[in-house]
C-alpha cells in the first residue's frame, strides 16, 4: 500500500508511484511468510535514489487475495505530461488537473466548506496562502503565464501572485516579472518575466482576504508559453 497523508488525493492506495505531500511519502510493503531481509528502492525525478534495507520477521500463513477496487497495480504508467500540483485543493471536484483540461467549465480551487458537526462549527474561511504548478517532461524556454481566475462569491484575485522556476534543486523566483490583472471572471491575467528554461514553474498566490468566506482563488484555465 501507499500513502501520503493527503486528503485531497485521488491517487490509488495499491501503486508503485506516490506523489509526495511536503516532502513525505508511505510504503507498506507485504513480505513472504518467511523471515528475511527487505530492500526498498525510491526513486523521484531530479532527486538521488534512495535504498534501506529491513530485517522481516514471518508473517502470516493466510493468502490474501485484493478484489476490486483494491485489485493489485498494473505497474507505473509513462507520466501524461504537463502535470498539474497544488498545495491544496479544497474538493475532490477541484483538483489541480482540471486547470490543464482545456475546459474552462472545471478548474482548480482552494475553497474549503465544511458543515457544522456536533463538536465543530461550520467552516469556510479561505486560506492565507497556496501554490500551484505545472511540470514538463523535460526542459522548456519560458517567459509568459496566463492564468484565468473565477471571481464569485467564494473566489477572489489574489493578492499577489510569485512565479519561480525550478533550478533543479529548488525553486527561484523569476527576473523581471509583470503582471497586468483581468478584472473580468476567467478573463486571463497575463504575467511576463525574462526567459527560463526550466521544467517546473510554480505560482504561490497570497489571499487578499485571508479567513474569509470570499478569499479562495480558482484558476479555470492556466497557460505557459515563450510568446
Do not use: C
Request: net charge positive; no cysteine; proline share 7%.
Amino acid at each position: 500500500g501507499v500513502d501520503n497523508g493527503r486528503q485531497e488525493s485521488a491517487e490509488r492506495y495499491q501503486a508503485s508511484t506516490r506523489t509526495a505531500y511536503h516532502g513525505k511519502a508511505l510504503a507498506i510493503v507485504r513480505t513472504s511468510t518467511k523471515p528475511g531481509y527487505l530492500t526498498l528502492t525510491a526513486r523521484s525525478t531530479g532527486l538521488r535514489k534512495a535504498t534501506t534495507t529491513i530485517r522481516t520477521t514471518g508473517g502470516t500463513t493466510t493468502r490474501v487475495t485484493p478484489t476490486p477496487p483494491f485489485a493489485p497495480d498494473p505497474g507505473p504508467d509513462a507520466p501524461a505530461y504537463p502535470l498539474a500540483d497544488a498545495s491544496y485543493s479544497g474538493a475532490l471536484t477541484t483538483l489541480p488537473a482540471a486547470m490543464l483540461d482545456g475546459d474552462p467549465a472545471t478548474g482548480w480551487s482552494n475553497a474549503v466548506a465544511k458543515a457544522a458537526t456536533s463538536l465543530l462549527p461550520a467552516f469556510n474561511g479561505a486560506r492565507e496562502t497556496d501554490w500551484v504548478s505545472v511540470t514538463w517532461a523535460k526542459k522548456r524556454r519560458v517567459r509568459r503565464v496566463e492564468v484565468s481566475f473565477t471571481l464569485d462569491a467564494t473566489h477572489t484575485l489574489p493578492a499577489s501572485i510569485t512565479v519561480s522556476a525550478w533550478d533543479g534543486r529548488r525553486f527561484v523566483p523569476v527576473r523581471g516579472a509583470e503582471v497586468t490583472w483581468a478584472e473580468a471572471s476567467d478573463a486571463p491575467t497575463v504575467i511576463t518575466f525574462d526567459p527560463v528554461r526550466t521544467a517546473r514553474l510554480r505560482l504561490d498566490l497570497v489571499s487578499a482576504r485571508p479567513g474569509a468566506a470570499d478569499g479562495a482563488q480558482r484558476i479555470s484555465t492556466l497557460g505557459i508559453s515563450d510568446d
